[in-house]
Nanobody
């Protein structure tokens, strides 16, 4: 059973930084691709960033490229999202996700709120 728990959200001013963390349970964490998604009120959940199981490949949404960095520590079962130059449009609930049993992300955390004030 894979469980994901996010932390690190909060209120930050425009231009500020935050680091989100995702703690994962499970002995095969290092075999999962991991990702961050986000959802703003009234909008669909959208992809933010992905990191492959080995940590050697990362992918980003165009809207965050150059500002956000996804990383993982397979020795600690942790995934991180470092966010810089935050904008009000980055305000959302951020979710950690794992691709465990199939081609889609099928395990989700409960989310952590990020609010960027203008």
């Amino acid at each position: 059973q894979v469980q994901l728990v996010e932390s690190g959200g909060g209120l930050v001013q425009t231009g500020g930084s935050l680091r989100l963390s995702c703690a994962a349970s499970g002995r095969t964490f290092n075999s999962y691709n991991m990702a961050w998604f986000r959802q703003s009120p009234g909008k669909e959940r959208e992809f933010v960033a992905e990191i492959r199981w080995s940590g050697t490949s990362t992918y980003y949404a165009d809207s965050v490229k150059g500002r956000f960095t996804i990383s993982r520590d397979n020795t600690k079962n942790m995934v991180y999202l470092q966010m810089h130059s935050l904008k009000p449009e980055d305000t959302a609930v951020y979710y950690c996700a794992a691709k465990v049993t199939g081609p889609k992300y099928d395990r989700w955390g409960q989310g952590t709120q990020v609010t960027v004030s203008s």
